[in-house]
Every structure is written in structure tokens, then in C-alpha cells.
């Protein structure tokens, strides 16, 4: 493939755009911004999502690559979250990502950490529900460092790695799969809400 971009991030970029766009496309269809209620149940897809990674980001091996990784894990912001919002913490779903090796969960980093600098504009429209990063949406806060920042360290690290072909068709792999993932828990968490109504 001739336009094959050289950065990693790049290639990783390239290689979600259809689930990224798919997953935007279900995101917008459940409206979470025309309610608390709505957007309640989208905490709850964040949340599943932010708690089955947090083994990723506690993970020694790889702590030794991303040094501040744990702090950067919203699992803990997204419960507290699903508290403000009077909605209990959902059962995990069946599917989660396990001991996955150091590509793939690279792959799944990257996307997480991605969704960051998305977050910047969610956030905004969370205010207009009267919630903000310390009731409601602290899991779309502005992490320490700012949001580029930590972004840009995260993105120097990951493009600097040495990689064998192996996790590097992991990465890439671990990265759809999480985009995937997501949507698979968005969908979930919907559908949860639809059956108790």
C-alpha cells in the first residue's frame, strides 16, 4: 500500500476512520445530549468500557512504556459519574478484552486515549444538562497537563516504540477491536435502558 502513513499513530488513525465513523453515526442516534437520562445511559457505555481497560492501565509492563498510565484510566471518573446521575454501575458484559499482549493493548490504548481530545466538545454540551467535570461528566474533564498535551506525550511514546511486525498487526487489530468494542457496549447500554422502560 503506497499511502501508507510512516508514523504509527498515523496508520492506527487510518485504519479506524470506518469504525470511528460508524460508532459517531450511533452516538449521534441516541441523542445523549437531549437528556440526563439519555446521557446517563451513555456513562454507562463508558463506563463498561473505562473498567474493562483499567487492567491495561495498571499494568506494570506497560507503565513501564506510558509512566503516568494509571492516572490517565476514567474508570474511577465514570463511576462516580453514573453516582451524580442516580444510575446504578452496570454489570460487566460479556466480550471484554483479556490479557491481551503488548500490540493489542497498545491498539486499545491509543483509541481510549483518542477519545480525550473528543471529549473536549462533549463536555461542552454535557454543561448545558447542568452537569460538569466535578458532577455528572468528570470523565470527559480536562486531564491534568491539558488535553493536547497529554495526547502529544502519549502519541510521542507510541510512534517511538520498537515493534515487531507481530504487535505491530496487533496494534492495528487491538485498535478496530476497541472502536468495536465500544459500540458493542453503547449499543448495550441503550438496549438496557429500552427494556426497563
Known amino acids: 500500500m503506497t499511502d501508507r502513513p510512516a508514523l504509527r499513530s498515523q496508520r492506527l488513525k487510518q485504519l479506524t476512520q470506518a ?4 460508532l459517531d453515526a450511533l452516538v449521534h442516534s441516541h441523542a445523549p ?3 440526563r437520562e439519555s446521557f446517563a445511559r451513555f ?5 463498561l468500557f473505562q473498567s474493562e481497560l483499567q487492567p491495561l492501565y495498571n ?3 506497560l507503565i513501564a512504556i506510558v509512566p503516568d498510565l494509571a492516572e490517565r484510566c476514567r474508570a ?3 463511576r462516580l459519574d453514573l ?3 442516580d444510575t446504578a454501575v452496570p454489570a460487566a458484559v460479556p466480550g471484554a478484552l483479556h490479557q491481551p499482549g503488548l500490540g493489542e493493548a497498545l491498539g486499545w490504548i491509543f483509541v481510549s486515549e483518542g477519545s ?5 466538545f462533549l463536555i461542552k454540551r454535557a454543561v448545558a444538562l447542568g452537569l460538569s467535570d466535578s458532577c455528572g461528566a468528570r470523565h470527559l474533564g480536562e486531564p491534568a497537563g491539558g488535553r493536547a498535551e497529554g495526547w502529544k506525550q502519549f502519541i ?3 510512534d517511538g516504540l520498537a515493534l515487531s511486525a507481530e504487535d505491530e498487526a496487533a496494534a492495528e487489530r487491538g485498535a478496530v477491536a476497541a472502536f468495536e468494542r465500544f459500540t458493542e457496549l453503547l449499543a448495550h447500554a441503550y438496549a438496557a435502558d429500552a427494556a426497563l422502560a
Open 19 to 22: 469504525p470511528h465513523t460508524r
Open 33 to 35: 445530549f437531549d437528556s
Open 43 to 47: 456513562v454507562v457505555a463508558q463506563y
Open 59 to 61: 499494568d506494570p509492563q
Open 76 to 78: 474511577e471518573q465514570a
Open 83 to 85: 453516582a451524580d446521575l
Open 116 to 120: 480525550k481530545l473528543g471529549a473536549a
Open 156 to 158: 510521542r511514546i507510541l
